[in-house]
Nanobody
Framework: QVQLVESGGGLVQAGGSLRLSCAAS????????MGWYRQAPGKQRVLVAT???????NYADSVQGRFTLSRESAKNTVYLQMNSLKPEDTAVYFC???????????????WGQGTQVTVSS
């Protein structure tokens, strides 16, 4: 059983910062990719940032230069540092991991429960 536990959401004023954390635990044979997605009210879930096992990162254009995703491989944990936050960053943020739970299983996506980030103007 794989679990993704998120923390760090909250309410912040525009221009402020927040740091999200996501730790993967349980049966993990190979952790290929981790990242964050977000879903604003009435909108689809969209990619925010991802990081590979080799620590290559990919960011949505809307957060490039403001958000930084890092990875602590020994703890299967990723951190999303969010700076210069804007009201349009308000959303539920979901942690994602694309991993192989056991050697005889195919890699697949796992999701956290989501954490609310609210940026006031």
């Amino acid at each position: 059983q794989v679990q993704l536990v998120e923390s760090g959401g909250g309410l912040v004023q525009a221009g402020g910062s927040l740091r999200l954390s996501c730790a993967a635990s349980g049966s993990i044979f190979r952790l290929n990719l981790m990242g964050w997605y977000r879903q604003a009210p009435g909108k689809q879930r969209v990619l925010v940032a991802t990081i590979t096992s080799g620590e290559s990162t990919n960011y949505a254009d809307s957060v490039q230069g403001r958000f930084t995703l890092s990875r602590e491989s020994a703890k299967n944990t990723v951190y999303l540092q969010m700076n210069s936050l804007k009201p349009e960053d308000t959303a539920v943020y979901f942690c994602n991991a694309y991993l192989q739970a056991a050697i005889n299983l195919r890699p697949r996506d796992y999701w956290g429960q989501g954490t609310q980030v609210t940026v006031s103007s």
